[in-house]
C-alpha cells in the first residue's frame, strides 16, 4: 500500500517528495525496511521528515537513508529534542515550532553544522524554555501554545482554536510569556502593542 500511495503521487507529478514518517506506536508510520522498498520504488522521494519520536531509530534513519547510493535527505521534526537530533546528521528541520522560533533554530542548525557545541549549547539553552512551554503535556495543545506565543510576541492578533480544542487558561498562556522572557525572545510586528 505504501508503495503503491507514493507511486501514485510520483505519477503525477516531477517534484521532489518529502515522505512523513510518524511514530511507529501511532500506527501511522513505515517500518524500517518498507521505506528502503519505498525509496527504491519511488526515487523521486528525496527527503524524509522524521517524527519517529525514538532516538535509535531515528540515528539509524539519519545514518542509514543518508548513505543509500541515492541518498534520502533527513529533516527532523523532533523540535523537543532538536540539538541531539541535529548531532546525530539530520540535514535540515521541519518544524512546527519554527513559526516562532525559526531564527533560533537556524541558527542551532548553523552552529551544529560549523562543530561550534559551545554555540550549540548556548542556543539550545534559549529554546529549552519554549521546547518545554510547547510539548509539555497534553502534547496536542503544542500548536494552540505556539499560537499564543505568537500573540504574545506581536506576531499574530489573535490565538483562533478549532474545536475539540480548547483555549488554553490564563495559567498557561503566563507559562508561555514567561518561557518567552526566558529565551529572550524580543515582542515584534504588527501587533506587538497589543500583546503587551
Known amino acids: 500500500m505504501a508503495i503503491e500511495h507514493f507511486k501514485r503521487i510520483a505519477g503525477e507529478t516531477d517534484l521532489p517528495i518529502i515522505l512523513f514518517q510518524y511514530p511507529m ?7 524500517f525496511e ?17 517524527w519517529c ?3 535509535q531509530l531515528h540515528e ?6 543518508q548513505s543509500l547510493s541515492k541518498p534520502v535527505t533527513l529533516l527532523t521534526t523532533h523540535s523537543a529534542w532538536l540539538m541531539g537530533s541535529l548531532t546525530m546528521g539530520a540535514k535540515g528541520l521541519l518544524s512546527g515550532a519554527g513559526s516562532v522560533v525559526a531564527d533560533l533554530q537556524v541558527a542551532l542548525f548553523e552552529a551544529v553544522q560549523a562543530n561550534d557545541l559551545v554555540k550549540a549549547k548556548k542556543i539550545n539553552d534559549r529554546l529549552y524554555p519554549m521546547q ?24 499574530m492578533k489573535q490565538a ?20 518567552i522572557a526566558q529565551a529572550q525572545i524580543q515582542p515584534e510586528g504588527a501587533f506587538a502593542v497589543a500583546a503587551e
Do not use: C, W
Request: net charge positive; no cysteine; glycine share 6%.
Open 132 to 155: 518545554q512551554a510547547f510539548y509539555a503535556p497534553p502534547f496536542l495543545d503544542m500548536h494552540n501554545r505556539m499560537k499564543e506565543a505568537l500573540v504574545l510576541l506581536g506576531r
Open 60 to 65: 539509524k534513519h539519519t545514518r542509514e537513508l
Open 25 to 31: 506506536g501511532t500506527g501511522l508510520g513505515y517500518p
Open 53 to 55: 519520536a525514538d532516538p
Open 34 to 50: 518498507t521505506l528502503l522498498k519505498v525509496f527504491e520504488a519511488v526515487p523521486t522521494i528525496r527527503a524524509m521528515k522524521d
Open 160 to 179: 483562533v482554536v478549532r474545536p475539540p480544542l480548547m483555549k488554553l487558561s490564563n495559567a498557561e498562556i503566563a507559562t508561555i510569556k514567561k518561557a
